[in-house]
């Protein structure tokens, strides 16, 4: 996993990632444009960052303005962007962006099987929730909240029905209660307080 997050990490340093700071590691090798594929109200630009002649990158783009007006002339939004992270030619991360360039969504497919495992969401350009697959499934069965980039709260679906049964509750960054559904409705019916955990 660790080695997985890495790699991810360099692909990013050598892209830009959060509002498309262009920031390039020293041994990378500079991306290459390859096309812009343009459409009615969009182009896509396709990047070439490993030096293979095949896309890598693609950033996609929102085009503001009326469609009267040339392309040229009308204001290019940047709205996503793909990476194929491990070079096998398929797409292993997605991040979505707000009109205003932040961040507002990353997906990652963590172990190359072709599913997207955890999935971050993002408000004004804070980390607010993860969703995780671990058993790496399409669907998640670990949730994360976070407050002002801090662990407040995780959600764990111990039973695989979809729905969070065990719910643990952390302050400054330490974990102090667990909670159970014991009955399937979604919420908490019982706790364990935890004292002294350096979670």
Known sequence: MKKIMMCFALVL?????????????KDAPPPAMLAVEVKKDAEIEKYDINGDKKPDVWKFYNLDGTKETP???????????????????????????????AVVQEQMDLDFDGKFDATDFYANGTL?????????????????????GRLTRKEK???????????????????????YDRDGDGKPDDFDQVSNSAK
Request: hydrophobic share 35%; charged share 35%; net charge positive.
């Open 13 to 25: 340093v050598s892209t830009g990632c959060a509002g498309d700071k262009k920031v390039v590691k």
């Open 71 to 101: 392309n040229a002339q009308r204001k290019r939004i940047l709205a996503a962007k793909h990476m194929d992270v491990n070079f096998d030619e398929k797409v292993d991360m997605k991040i979505k962006y707000n009109k205003f360039g």
């Open 128 to 148: 607010v929730k993860r969703a995780l697959a671990m058993n790496f499934s399409a669907e998640p069965n670990v949730w994360k909240f976070f407050s002002k």
């Open 157 to 179: 679906d111990t039973n695989r029905n979809g729905k969070p049964d065990q719910f643990e509750y952390y302050e400054k960054g330490k974990l102090t209660r667990i909670g």
